[in-house]
């Protein structure tokens, strides 16, 4: 059997679409338009190329875009003074700084200067904790579209599916295990403390691999039918000097088991960037009308 290959571009253009309808409607109806602020420090050229891909998308949905691009030597409060800026600025409704920030730069105080009504990444403690509560707000983009893509192969209701998350950062690990407990899956978090993690592994029947590790999952860690979500970007080292996008999950062999499967790239990353326009529309029409 051979895995279905779960589109996240094309899922991720129907989110777009639909964040492009959102933004439309509020304009026509207050005049304000949604614009998202993305902050990059230093110039590292992944990230160069993931803040230029936003800003396209986000001009393409209808949105305001506004790149500030600061030197690798950027204190600390000249980055926090940018974003205090930033979350007085009317045109700008959500700011996302790009993460890793360089060394030098206590990246917690920054998210924490971050106004959680435009806190798009969903990083603030006030979100986080919202999170955790089941009280709505702001939720971390990558999440969100592992949600979609299980919901994509699996249907609408995921109740009662053993779920395993691999990983446990900010960003994509914890979030996403609250996300499917919100679900009514049954959730385990495996880390690099885990002892057998193929065993746990060959138990679930949604696997969310978001380690950063190269091909770490097997295909013979994988239950038969599983739904299989990579949430790992990362570039290696190719024969010829060249380099070659692969997941935390080893594809070849993993689709031949899943049930359905995401690609690296094509997966997971075109619906971070499609969440990322979804919460930008939805944190401007919370500080449009407040309440509403
Ligand atoms: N505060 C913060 N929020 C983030 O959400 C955040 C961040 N910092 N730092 C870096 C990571 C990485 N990230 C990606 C987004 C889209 C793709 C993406 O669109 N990838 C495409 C193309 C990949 C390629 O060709 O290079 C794909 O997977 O098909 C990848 C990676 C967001 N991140």
Avoid at 36 to 54: F, I, Q, T
Avoid at 81 to 92: H, S
Avoid at 152 to 181: F, N, T
Wanted: glycine share 10%; proline share 6%; with cysteine.
């Amino acid at each position: 059997m051979s895995a279905t290959i779960i589109d996240g571009k094309a899922i991720a253009e129907t989110v777009r679409g639909e964040a492009a309808d959102r933004a439309a409607a509020l304009e026509a109806a207050t005049g304000v338009k949604p614009g998202l602020a993305v902050v990059l420090v230093g110039n590292d050229p992944a990230s160069e190329v993931y803040v230029r891909n936003k800003a396209r998308l986000t001009v393409a949905a209808g949105m305001a875009s506004f790149e500030h691009k600061l030197r690798a030597n950027t204190s600390e409060a000249d980055l926090i003074a940018l974003v205090e800026r930033l979350n007085a600025d009317p045109l700008v409704h959500g700011i996302l700084v790009q993460m890793p920030l360089p060394g030098h730069i206590d990246s917690d105080r920054v998210v924490l200067a971050i106004d959680p009504a435009k806190d798009v990444d969903g990083l603030t403690p006030a979100n986080a904790g919202r999170l955790v509560l089941g009280r709505g707000g702001l939720v971390p983009c990558t999440p969100q579209g592992c949600i979609i893509l299980a919901k994509h192969a699996l249907g609408p209701d995921l109740a009662g599916k053993e779920a395993l998350v691999i990983g446990r950062s900010i960003l994509v690990g914890k979030p996403v295990a609250l996300l499917l407990q919100a679900e009514s899956c049954t959730v385990t978090m495996a880390h690099s403390k885990t002892h057998d993690l193929a065993g746990h592994c060959r138990r679930a029947d949604i696997l969310v691999a978001a380690v950063g590790r190269p091909e770490m999952v097997k295909g013979d860690w994988i239950k038969p039918g599983a739904v299989v979500i990579d949430v790992g970007i990362n570039r290696i080292a190719q024969e010829g000097g060249k380099t070659r996008l692969v997941g935390d999950v080893a594809y070849e062999e993993a689709r031949e088991v899943a049930g359905a499967i995401t690609p690296v790239p094509g997966g997971v990353g075109p619906m971070t960037i499609a969440c990322l326009l979804q919460n930008t529309v939805t944190a401007a029409e919370a500080q449009v009308r407040p309440g509403a």
